[in-house]
């Protein structure tokens, strides 16, 4: 029996009541109709008591944990510049080589480059030529086959 596979899902999303309501939930059920078991860090680490002291070390903490024991990451790149948060997520998904995605349905560039959309190091974990692939600009694209999503689920992607 193979054990489902797990993807990080850094977001900025769940900072606010309405984002956690509607984009939230709408991507993470898209990515579990993939059957991926997807580590959304909200859910999975914000039930800290605030009051207590330390609280915060905790959180990142619990978050750096997830990234690394996570066979993937799956990052919200929304804004300019993107959520700080999501970025560091995203660089140690990177530094540790997982397997990471790319989701921006957010319309404006932020950039000095022609190729990338955003700052040139988001896309350092993305291979050089097909990186778009990798590139998801809505939810309906999720479950593309084509896409490296689908390809990494399957154990197609190079």
Do not use: H
């Not at 956690?20 to 579990?32: D, I, N, Q, S, Y």
């Not at 319309?107 to 190729?115: G, I, M, N, V, Y």
């Amino acid at each position: 029996m193979t054990s489902r596979k797990t993807l990080y899902l850094a977001n900025p999303y769940g900072f606010s009541t309405q984002a956690r309501e509607g984009p939230l939930v709408a991507l993470v059920r898209a990515l579990e109709a993939l059957d991926i078991e997807v580590w959304e860090p909200f859910a999975r680490n914000n039930q800290i008591d605030k009051a207590v002291a330390g609280w915060a070390y905790r959180v990142g903490q619990a978050d750096l944990q997830d990234v690394r024991k996570a066979d993937g990451l799956f990052a919200v790149v929304n804004g300019c510049p993107p959520d700080e948060g999501v970025m560091v997520e995203l660089g140690m998904a990177i530094a540790l080589g997982k397997p990471v995605f790319l989701f921006r349905d957010d319309f404006r560039t932020c950039t000095d480059s022609e190729a990338y959309p955003l700052n040139l190091m988001v896309f350092s974990g993305l291979p050089q030529m097909g990186w778009e692939a990798a590139w998801y600009t809505s939810i309906e694209e999720i479950d593309d086959p084509g896409k490296a999503l689908v390809r990494w689920m399957e154990g197609t992607l190079p």
